[in-house]
Structure formats: structure tokens, C-alpha cells
């Protein structure tokens, strides 16, 4: 049995890796297209240093390849998707699309599988594989869903969509309303920065992705522009009040973005979302009375308080849609966690 290679296991079938080290040091890693024996010579076909323009090239490569009628594969499925259609979402997405991959590859097994052997029967038992993590089964199903779509229009297929007719598990929308009395004492426990963060999150109303990113550069004339991250809605925010007060906190000098890390590099999510859960974790040891209220708080959760509030203080679900950045009502109804108190009768 020859030897398995230890690197580059993300790989297609076909494609190839060597890394090689430039005149100064750096390393350099190449991509080509293995076509076979051409001529009686082993042939490769170079595709660049980029691997996600590589495995675009690779796609090509081996749909001409492919004798006219052969099935195509799972794997070519997968890798062409990652390739060409992941990259034009958020990076977010584009996150969520590589782990959800992970998973489906795991249950499916062999990437060299026909496509056209799976079935609605195989979207069952994958989902009762996964009926542990029913929000992430439905997920990692409706990414493949999507792939299978695309696979379609490539001509790669022509079987309907398994996924389609297979229910998934019932899921309800995040109801947690984060009460004043546990946002204070998350906040009275923060340091500076962290306080910081959640104040914008709050009288913003944006994601969490949206708030580690704000740059000096988004400032202009006394307004604050944000771009959402999720759906490229644009919003402005005149900086006045506690929102002027951040700012100018936390600007650093000669420009650069609002939030850092302990190495002075941008701020992530990721990183947001450790932090504050390690600062919950430790105040609900510390006060057992309140620490299952204290496990549900989330980051992200000062995004739904925000429009709850606009929507309670102002009696209208437009004032919180504005807030939000959302294109219609019926999104920004599901943000909202409480309803307006209610008079008992005389």
C-alpha cells in the first residue's frame, strides 16, 4: 500500500499541491490539474497559486474530461460550489458553507459517490444522523439542497432535488429578551471595551459582524455609514450622544478600526462572541440565582433588545425596522421579543 499524503487532503480527486520555497524564504504553493498519460508521458496542466481559482480551473478541466454520459460526482459537486459560488457570500456564509461541507462529507461518505445515487431516503437518514443538532441538520440540508440546484444547471444532473419532500426538524425562532436588570450586570462586570461594544450593538442595533468592523473610514461629516455585512443594507447614523462618546474613545490615532484585539489587529466575531461568553460564564459561578437568565444572553441577542425597545418606546414596528436595517416588517417582527403591556379591563 503506498504512502497517504499528510497535506493538501482538501483536495479534489485530480488536483495536485507542491509547495516550494522562493530565492527569499517564502513559501509558495503551486496547483496543477493531473490529465493523465497523454502521449505515453504523465501529464500535468498548471493552475496557479490561487486555490480557489485552481479548483474553478480543476471543475472545468475535469467536466471535459469526462466521457459524455458519465455520472458526475458529490465531490465535483462540493468543490465546484465552494469554488465558485460560496465566494460571492458574506464571508460569514462563506464560514458556515466550509463547516456545513465538513459534515455532509463525513455521512456521505465516499466524495466520489454518483450523485444520482442519492436519494430522499439518504436526506432521512443523514438527518436522523444528525437529530442531536437539529438547527445545524437543516442547515448543512439546505446547503445541500442549494448545491444540488446549481449541479442541475451545470448539467451535472438531472434527478430532482432529493431534499426536496423530506421534512426537517421543526426549529422555533430565538425568543430571549435580554430583561435591563441582566444587560446591567453583564455591563457593571465589562471592561471599557467590552461596554463599548455592547453600547453600540444596543443604541445601533447591528450585528455583531457589522459592529467589529466599523472603521474611522465609515465617518464622514458627522455621520456614521454602516454597510450590514448580511445584506448590504445601508444605514446612517448621526453621531451624537453616547455614540459620539465611543467613537471618539476608540479611534485610533491616524484612523484604523474602533475595536482591537489584545495584538492590535481588528476585532472579530469569533473573538467578541468568546469574550463576552467567557465574561457571562464567570458571573453566572458567580451568582447561581441568575445564571441560567445569565447562559442565555448572547452577543447578538443586544440586536433583538434594540428593536424590541425602539418598538416598545415608539408603539411602532417601523421606528424598529429603521433601526434594524430590515427590508420589510415581517422580518422585523420576528426580532421582536416582547409586545406593548396590556391594560386590564374595568
Not at 485552481?54 to 468543490?79: C, D, F, I, L, N
Not at 459534515?103 to 444522523?129: C, M, V
Request: glycine share 6%; aromatic share 8%; hydrophobic share 35%.
Amino acid at each position: 500500500m503506498g504512502r497517504k499524503p499528510s497535506t493538501n487532503l482538501n483536495l479534489p480527486k485530480g488536483m495536485r499541491a507542491r509547495t516550494r520555497q522562493r530565492k527569499r524564504g517564502q513559501p509558495v504553493t503551486y496547483y496543477y490539474y493531473d490529465a493523465g498519460y497523454v502521449n505515453g508521458k504523465r501529464t500535468e496542466i498548471p493552475l496557479g497559486k490561487d486555490y480557489i481559482s485552481a479548483v474553478q480551473q480543476w471543475a472545468k478541466h475535469e467536466a471535459a474530461a469526462a466521457p459524455k454520459g458519465q455520472r458526475a460526482t458529490y465531490s465535483a459537486m462540493v468543490s465546484r460550489y465552494l469554488a465558485e459560488i460560496s465566494p460571492g457570500k458574506s464571508a460569514g456564509t462563506q464560514r458556515n458553507h466550509r463547516v456545513f461541507a465538513r459534515s455532509l462529507d463525513k455521512f456521505f461518505g465516499n466524495p466520489d459517490a454518483p450523485l444520482d445515487e442519492i436519494t430522499p431516503q439518504h436526506i432521512r437518514q443523514y438527518l436522523d444522523w444528525r437529530s442531536a443538532h437539529p438547527g445545524a441538520a437543516n442547515n448543512e440540508i439546505a446547503l445541500l439542497s442549494a448545491m444540488w440546484n446549481k449541479a442541475r444547471e451545470w448539467g451535472y444532473t438531472d434527478k430532482p432535488n432529493p431534499c426536496q419532500g423530506v421534512k426537517k426538524f421543526p426549529t422555533a425562532r430565538r425568543s430571549v429578551y435580554i430583561e435591563d436588570h441582566v444587560y446591567r450586570l453583564v455591563y457593571q462586570a465589562a471592561d471599557t471595551q467590552m461596554r463599548d461594544m455592547m453600547d453600540l450593538a444596543y443604541i445601533t442595533g447591528q450585528r455583531p459582524s457589522d459592529v467589529v468592523k466599523i472603521h474611522s473610514n465609515h465617518i464622514l461629516d458627522g455621520v456614521l455609514h454602516i454597510t450590514q455585512q448580511k445584506t448590504k443594507a445601508k444605514l446612517r447614523f448621526e453621531i451624537i450622544g453616547l455614540l459620539a462618546e465611543i467613537i471618539e474613545r476608540n479611534t485610533p490615532a491616524g484612523g484604523g478600526y474602533l475595536f482591537r484585539n489584545t495584538n492590535g489587529g481588528k476585532m472579530t466575531r469569533d473573538r467578541l462572541a468568546q469574550r463576552f461568553a467567557e465574561l457571562r460564564d464567570t458571573l453566572a459561578a458567580k451568582h447561581p440565582e441568575m445564571a441560567e437568565d445569565l447562559k442565555q444572553f448572547q452577543f447578538r441577542d443586544l440586536r433583538a433588545k434594540s428593536g424590541t425597545d425602539a418598538y416598545l418606546n415608539s408603539g411602532s414596528v417601523e421606528a424598529a425596522q429603521r433601526q434594524l436595517g430590515h427590508a420589510s416588517p415581517d422580518m422585523t417582527k420576528a426580532y421582536l421579543r416582547k409586545d406593548k403591556t396590556l391594560k386590564p379591563l374595568k
